[in-house]
């Protein structure tokens, strides 16, 4: 049987004054110290890192590049009339390759290019889109913290001109899912 | 002894200021906060342990670099040579007895990165272009080529 004193506050000599005890008291305080510490670097070390802002930024600017070149539309996707850029050439013409890890079954990306006259801002000259639409819808949420499991957006838009001369306004789209892999 | 008379004399020492002064009492002071220091040091180096463990994980450190090397291939430009530090990827591979040169393997336009035995990551790069990845002492090469 141990004794009750070993609980108590004096299980370790008082210093006569009383300044300073080591008693159980402060062990338990340092336990739940080691034990909330060690749920917060858990939890913490447990969550994916999401890279999936970056990887959409990147896949923006790779495309605004495969698209102009030094300021000016790139003459293989705009002859001067019409606008050469579709869905089948695509990956192939700007070099990208949106095959992802055999966990997931579907298209993980989504891309939508929209070019504007710099007269009408309202109704684009060309567009087209790319991927999964089903992860675009997920672009109006994304702003609220509770979301942030949802797929990641990201939009850029610039100014180029074709080689008339002519101003266009390039908007471009990249929505990234892959959240498996980046949010848990 | 017996039980009772062990209990006795337990609770006759942990009752005697005794058993940390060894007599003194005026040396009672020092003693305790020496105990005191002491053990406060002792958590506080588990804890700090535990916290580098963590972060220098094989899960942790596979992910981390699996992501980074993706990224690197995707806003890289054909042709392109990346040198990137793995020091603490090779530490690890040698502890978990893994060669270094085998650590990062790039299959089609997936990046795999494996620490451990077990282990193993892997992550996706957009950018279609030739990625090769060789062990350079304590760096990674990249060499980055058009398809």
């Known amino acids: ?42 939890v913490f070390y447990n969550q994916p890192y999401d890279v999936r802002e970056i990887e959409a930024n990147i896949l923006t600017n790779n495309i605004a590049d495969c698209l102009s070149q030094g300021g000016y ?44 006259q710099i007269s009408d801002l309202n109704n684009p000259v060309f567009n087209f889109d790319y991927g999964n639409e089903k992860w675009v819808v997920n672009c109006v949420f994304q702003e609220e913290k509770e979301f942030e499991k949802l ?4 939009e850029r838009r610039f ?26 | 002894m017996t039980p ?25 002071i020092l003693v305790e906060n020496i105990i005191f220091i002491v053990l406060n040091l002792i958590f506080l180096s588990v804890l700090i342990l535990f916290l580098f463990k963590q972060g220098s994980g094989a899960i942790v450190l ?10 690197l291939i995707d806003s890289s430009k054909p042709v392109m040579e990346i040198n990137l530090n793995m020091e603490k990827a090779k530490k690890l591979a040698e502890k978990n007895k893994i060669d270094f040169g085998e650590v990062v393997r790039i299959e089609k336009n997936l990046v795999i990165v494996k620490l451990s035995e077990k282990g193993g990551y892997s992550y996706s ?19 980055i080529n058009k398809k």
Request: negative net charge; aromatic residues 16%.
């Open chain 1, 1 to 42: 049987m141990i004794d009750k004193n070993f609980f108590s506050y004096s299980f370790f000599p008082k210093n006569k004054r009383g300044d300073k005890i080591i008693s159980v008291y402060w062990f338990a305080i340092l336990i739940l110290v080691a034990g909330g510490i060690s749920a917060m670097v858990f």
């Open chain 1, 73 to 116: 539309l790139r003459d293989e996707f705009f002859d001067g009339e019409n606008f050469l850029l579709n869905e089948t050439n695509f990956l192939e013409k700007c070099e990208l390759n949106f095959e992802v890890e055999e966990i997931w079954e579907e298209e993980q990306y989504y891309v939508k290019v929209e070019i504007y």
């Open chain 1, 151 to 154: 797929s990641e957006c990201y």
């Open chain 2, 4 to 28: 009772m008379a062990y209990t006795q004399r337990t609770r006759e020492l942990l009752r005697s200021p005794e058993i940390f002064t060894r007599g003194k009492k005026r040396g009672g």
């Open chain 2, 62 to 71: 596979e992910q981390s670099y699996a992501k980074q090397i993706a990224l």
């Open chain 2, 125 to 143: 790069f957009f950018n279609d272009v030739e990625a090769t990845a060789y062990a350079s002492g304590e760096d990674y090469v990249f060499i």
């Open chain 1, 159 to 184: 100014y180029c001109l074709d080689k008339s001369g002519n101003q266009h306004l390039i908007k471009i789209l990249s929505v990234i899912n892959k959240g498996d892999k980046n949010v848990k």
